[in-house]
């Protein structure tokens, strides 16, 4: 059974329409699960020894246009996605889980290309969402059970799923479609095609741009997309050209906290507080300073961990781009190179409560902090506050200390925190499939070199500029950082090699065996590293070195019996 969903009053208007849709295949489909016709929304295909279901474009965007791959996705039996959003666009309060597998140990790939394990804040990808414009999705497939030896993952312990662009129509055409609806939603999607030109050329360019209010509270999620694609296409091999750029801000969600007594125990009040939501007071600075936060920039204790942030949000741009090249060597032999690469930079923000951040702050601005005996350091929550312990500090000298940290920090009350990003990878995919009758067997490899950075720094918000601490402000743009407190980066090298045969064994029976290599190099280092103190559970330094695992033989087999054409 198919079940349409819709998450909120939305309303789609094709405004111009002079080409067909875009359920259109490309030749990067993997051979488990052949493209669906447009008369069929869902397919559900067994052809090797995978199960494998493809969700067609038509499908996707009836579901909610504009509606990203990992959400349409919930439809199908076995599949788990909660979010925040009605998208599915923020990664942040994202989660997904596929017949028990969980998110990070899945394989995602956008036309064979790498996304990474989808883990909030990777290394080593991006989402599919930002991969690929979801009006330019031709179809997703997800293939269940085992990891698929062909897949360019090193993740995927529990199946993968495969989002496949769009190729290019062969008549000239525009589409547009706005989306309205409530929460000041907007969507507008453009695509211009060439159609065929110069013989055997065609192309496409495409743009989005989305914006909606969070449910509960003021935050605006969207930004900017753009694909184009390029297909040559003739007797000797076809050419294809990708290229996708995106740029998002999504403020995110706060999530709540639970807690849970031990056997026999008992909660207090503070702990038993939990709310349904926790709102951000984003834009409303005064009322956060004035009415939330105390002069010295403590939340309610009555709140303990559920307290209020002013905004959090998950800014990232990316550009992704692929050269694909799949020659007919013969008429049973084919090869397909592609080239790739992927550059992000991004940053996770946080602006809250001084006091709630105070154990890191106080190492950095405090000058006094080095000779600070350790039971007079101010606790979480407690800037300004005498440590009942302390015995070399009054309480009007802590008292004028926490003051001295609020200055310090902007006169606010508020810091804020980042996580910023950067991803830098290259890679080449090749596969060389030979038809032999009975036997199709598959060679092939994939490497790729991911140089990454994270730094965690730390802003003071100016309590006579509130306008330059906004979710839609990259926290670097606006002003220097108080401090780093640690910065990580990691040059990681990943060789997978693989070898399939997959045997029709009888007209019912087909057999697949094969194996695959697992090989990465990793050399992580943090050249800034935190100061002692500043990071719970932390004595020394963060670690440093380099990790190889090398796994040369990673066998599969499997087989597949069709009893009467469905079962």
């Not at 310090?408 to 910023?420: K, P």
């Amino acid at each position: 059974m198919i079940r349409h969903t819709s998450s909120l009053f939305a309303l789609a208007a094709a405004l111009l329409v002079t080409t067909p849709g875009f359920a259109q295949t490309t030749d990067a489909a993997a051979p488990e699960a052949a493209a669906p016709d447009e008369a069929s929304a869902i397919v559900v295909t067994a052809k090797t020894t995978r199960s494998a279901t493809a969700i067609a474009q038509a499908e996707i965007q009836k579901i909610l246009p504009g509606i990203s791959p990992l959400k349409a996705i919930q439809t199908l039996p076995g599949v788990l996605y909660i979010t925040a959003d009605p998208w599915g666009y923020n990664e942040q309060n994202a989660q997904i889980f596929i017949h028990g597998f969980a998110g990070n140990q899945l394989g995602y790939t956008m036309d064979g290309i790498p996304l990474g394990d989808q883990s909030y804040g990777n290394y080593n990808g991006l989402s599919p969402q930002r991969a690929v414009i979801s009006e330019n999705v031709a179809r997703i497939v997800v293939a269940t059970g085992a990891g698929d030896l062909a897949t360019a993952s090193n993740s995927n312990l529990g199946g993968t799923v495969e989002t496949f662009s769009s190729n290019p129509l062969a008549t000239l055409g525009v589409q547009a479609t706005q989306t309205v609806g409530s929460y000041d939603t907007s969507r507008t999607f453009v695509r211009i095609d060439t159609g065929t030109f110069g013989g055997n050329n065609s192309a496409y360019i495409s743009g989005a741009r989305q914006r909606a209010r969070a449910w509960d509270f003021n935050g605006i999620q969207g930004g900017y997309q753009a694909n184009a694609k390029f297909v040559h296409d003739d007797h000797v091999g076809k050419l294809t050209l990708y290229f996708d750029y995106n740029d998002f801000t999504q403020p995110n969600e706060d999530a709540t906290t639970f807690f849970k007594p031990s056997a026999g125990g008992t909660a207090s009040a503070v702990q038993l507080y939990t709310p349904y939501t926790k709102p951000f007071f984003y834009p409303d600075f005064t009322t956060y300073r004035g009415s939330y936060l105390s002069p010295l920039g403590n939340s309610p204790s009555a709140e303990g961990g559920n307290y209020r942030n002013y905004y959090s949000d998950a800014q990232r741009t990316d550009y992704l781009g692929y050269a694909r090249y799949d020659a007919h060597l013969s008429q049973h032999v084919t090869w397909s190179t592609t080239g790739y690469f992927h550059h992000n930079d991004g940053a996770g923000v946080v602006a809250g409560p001084l006091g709630q951040s105070i154990t890191t702050a106080q190492a950095y601005l405090d000058p006094a902090y080095a000779t600070l005996p350790t039971n007079c350091r101010f606790a979480s929550n407690a800037n300004g506050v005498k440590p009942a312990a302390c015995t070399a500090l009054t309480a009007a000298q802590a008292s004028a200390s926490g003051a001295a940290l609020v200055a310090a920090t902007g006169g606010s009350g508020l810091i804020t925190r980042t996580t910023e990003y950067r991803i830098d990878r290259e890679g080449v995919i090749s596969a060389l499939a030979i038809d032999a009758g009975a036997h199709r067997i598959e060679l092939g490899g994939w490497f790729e070199h991911n140089s990454t950075t994270q730094w965690r720094r730390w802003y003071g918000v100016d309590v006579n500029n509130p306008a330059s601490s906004t979710p839609y402000i990259r926290p670097l743009e606006a002003a220097a950082p108080l401090f780093t407190q640690y910065q990580g980066d990691a040059r990681i090298n990943t060789l997978q090699l693989h070898v399939q045969d997959t045997w029709q064994a009888l007209d019912q029976l087909v057999v697949q065996a094969g194996f695959k290599t697992s090989a990465q190099w990793a050399d992580g280092r943090f050249p800034v590293q935190p100061k002692l103190g500043s990071l719970s559970g932390l004595t020394g330094g963060l670690p440093e070195g380099k990790i190889n695992t090398l796994r040369w033989f990673l066998p599969a087999a499997g087989a597949t019996y069709d009893f009467n054409g469905h079962e």
